[in-house]
Every structure is written in structure tokens, then in C-alpha cells.
T-cell receptor, first 114, second 110 residues
């Protein structure tokens, strides 16, 4: 039973560039959430996708966008990168309708913006 | 903004001792969850406690929840070197998104 996978593991980009991060949910899960974790901080909710639509969004600018595909995998896109976007980006999957929302996290993508 | 605050921010104990971490939050919740993170990698789900539960056990873990005080604690008994990690509490307010605290960095000394 494959868990949540993310790619790439590490990424280095320059200010102003755009980046795409990818996530495959745990088998059987249909909901994908993205979190940003700055160094030394707890994860912050970016947004959540279900049925290929953004269901919820945290306090992040429009430079952060996403997509969910019919196979439930998801992408996180960040445009016009800033130095402050350097962080660990975590993807979590869950099953809608599951009463207690236990989320399974992937290993993360570490993004460094220079 | 982050919902929870963990206390202490860092904790260092000897192997075999018990470790206690506390979490406070601000709004009503459906459930509260604890996660472990090793060396800035992915989060591992440890335990979930529902808002109508007061205590829950899982192996060497014991979690309590006091909704009147909006606080929770995580106790790890008989600590091992492998327990060295950061521990986060996360609250679920019913919207399928988790709101995390800033974490407690736990170091177990051999």
C-alpha cells in the first residue's frame, strides 16, 4: 500500500521564477492538502483539493495555485518566487467523509529560493 | 496564524525518562492530533483524540484533552533515543484542515 509520495525531494530556484511541486495521495484517498513549513515553524495550511476543485484556502497569496487530477494526484504551483517562499512543502492526503480527518503526510519537497 | 502553542519549545531528557509536552489552542475543535517529525521531513501521525474524549493511549503514548481549558498534553513514557524529534499538535475545527502549533523539539540523551 503506497503512502503519500512527493516530487522532487529538493529544488533550488531563483527569485521571480515559477515552480511546480507534485503529490500522489495514499491509495484510496481522494483529498489532498498542501502545507508550507518554514524552518523552525509548524506547518501552515495552503489549500485543499477535492473532486478537482479547491475546497479551502489558507492565508496565502494568489501566487500559490494548485490543481488536482482525475487520479487524485495534485500539483502546487508558485509564481514569482520570493526568498520567503523557501520552505518545506508538505502534501497530505485524506478521505472525505472520514469522520476524524486523519491526514497522511508525504516526505515533503524542500524548496530553496536564492 | 497558528492555532496552537506548544510548551516547552524544547525539551531534553535522559533515555528512560518520561517526556511531557503541552498544547494550548484558541477555538472549539472537532479533534486534536499529535504528529512527530524527524529532521525536517514528513509528519508521522501519532494519535487523534476526539473532542468528547478526555484521555487516550497508544503504546507508550498518552494524550489528554481538556476542552474547558483548551489544552492537551502528550506523555511519552520510557523514552528512547529514537523518540528524538519535533512533536506538533494540530487542531481540526471541522473543516478538514489542520492548524498546527510551532512544535516541541524533544532530545533524548543516551
Amino acid at each position: 500500500d503506497a503512502g503519500v509520495t512527493q516530487s522532487p525531494t529538493h529544488l533550488i530556484k531563483t527569485r521571480g521564477q515559477q515552480v511546480t511541486l507534485r503529490c500522489s495521495p495514499k491509495s484510496g484517498h481522494d483529498t489532498v492538502s498542501w502545507y508550507q513549513q518554514a524552518l523552525g515553524q509548524g506547518p501552515q495550511f495552503i489549500f485543499q483539493y477535492y473532486e478537482e476543485e479547491e475546497r479551502q484556502r489558507g492565508n496565502f497569496p494568489d501566487r500559490f495555485s494548485g490543481h488536482q487530477f482525475p487520479n487524485y494526484s495534485s500539483e502546487l504551483n508558485v509564481n514569482a518566487l520570493l526568498l520567503g517562499d523557501s520552505a518545506l512543502y508538505l502534501c497530505a492526503s485524506s478521505l472525505v467523509g472520514q469522520a476524524w480527518n486523519e491526514q497522511y503526510f508525504g516526505p515533503g519537497t524542500r524548496l530553496t529560493v536564492t | 496564524s497558528q492555532q496552537g502553542e506548544e510548551d516547552p519549545q524544547a525539551l531534553s531528557i535522559q533515555e528512560g525518562e518520561n517526556a511531557t509536552m503541552n498544547c494550548s489552542y484558541k477555538t472549539s475543535i472537532n479533534n486534536l492530533q499529535w504528529y512527530r517529525q524527524n529532521s525536517g521531513r514528513g509528519l508521522v501521525h501519532l494519535i487523534l483524540i476526539r473532542s468528547n474524549e478526555r484521555e487516550k493511549h497508544s503504546g507508550r503514548l498518552r494524550v489528554t484533552l481538556d476542552t474547558s481549558k483548551k489544552s492537551s498534553s502528550l506523555l511519552i513514557t520510557a523514552s528512547r533515543a529514537a523518540d528524538t524529534a519535533s512533536y506538533f499538535c494540530a487542531t481540526d475545527q471541522g473543516a478538514q484542515k489542520l492548524v498546527f502549533g510551532q512544535g516541541t523539539r524533544l532530545t533524548i540523551n543516551p
